[in-house]
């Protein structure tokens, strides 16, 4: 089973904060992705990788910024949190190729005070 | 822009009664769409997709989904509900970008009385 783990399930920052939302997937896919969950709105794409060191803008890339060093891990950086960040965020990952399925993480339920 | 409406906010149906979940997409090309279920406080799972082929694709848990190209619609439908049934369902659709971007509809809350 592809299993994609996130660091933490929930989190309390304070404005101005600088938040890393670590992401790891176990089964080799190329591409990982980033999104924000709120009522109402969905899914929103943040940002998302196809390769090592290689990033796309997402539909609501302001205020964050993304690094994926290693394959099976895609961090989502907030470098100076706001209380409108303050969302539920997936992690994804999946294969380059014809399915387009992608696979969650549980999300992390991020706070910003 | 490729978009994914989902109009019901929530829909209401009694365990054992047939479902639909309501999805209808606007995308250039040929469409390739999926349906996701989230439980509470999990993420999403992957239920079922068309990429091409038959209209009428099966997926996990006896849910299954229509395609109709004429009215871009992508129905999610299951012929008897389940209480455990309850979750909410998005629709996404792919604009065959090459790099798996899905867009996603705003979720539809299922909720299957007993």
């Known amino acids: 089973d592809v299993k994609v783990t996130q660091s933490s399930r929930y989190l309390v920052k304070r404005t101005g904060e600088k938040v890393f939302l670590e992401c790891v997937q176990d089964m080799d896919h190329e591409n990982m992705f980033w999104y924000r969950q709120d009522p109402g709105l969905g899914l929103r794409l943040i940002y998302f990788s196809y390769d090592v060191k290689m990033k796309e803008k997402g539909d609501i890339p302001e205020g964050y910024s993304v690094s994926r060093e290693k394959k099976e891990r895609f961090s989502l950086i907030l470098e100076s949190a706001s209380t409108n960040q303050t969302s539920m965020y997936l992690c994804?990952?999946?294969?380059?190729?014809?399915?387009?399925?992608?696979?969650f993480g549980p999300g992390t339920r991020l706070t910003v005070t | 822009a490729q978009s994914v409406a989902q109009p019901e906010d929530q829909v209401n149906v009694a365990e054992g009664n047939p479902l639909t979940v309501k999805c209808t997409y606007s995308v250039s090309g040929n469409p390739y769409l999926f349906w996701y279920v989230q439980y509470p406080n999990r993420g999403l799972q992957f239920l079922l997709k068309y990429i091409t082929g038959d209209n009428l694709v099966k997926g996990s848990y006896g849910f299954e989904a229509e395609f109709n190209k004429s009215q871009t619609s992508f129905h999610l439908k299951k012929p008897s509900a389940l209480v455990s049934d309850s979750a909410l369902y998005f629709c996404?659709?792919?604009?065959?970008?090459?790099?798996?971007?899905?867009?996603f509809g705003t979720g539809t809350r299922l909720l299957v009385s007993p």
């Open positions: 996404a659709v792919s604009p065959n970008t090459g790099f798996q971007k899905l867009v």
């Open positions: 994804a990952s999946g294969k380059t190729g014809t399915s387009y399925e992608q696979y």
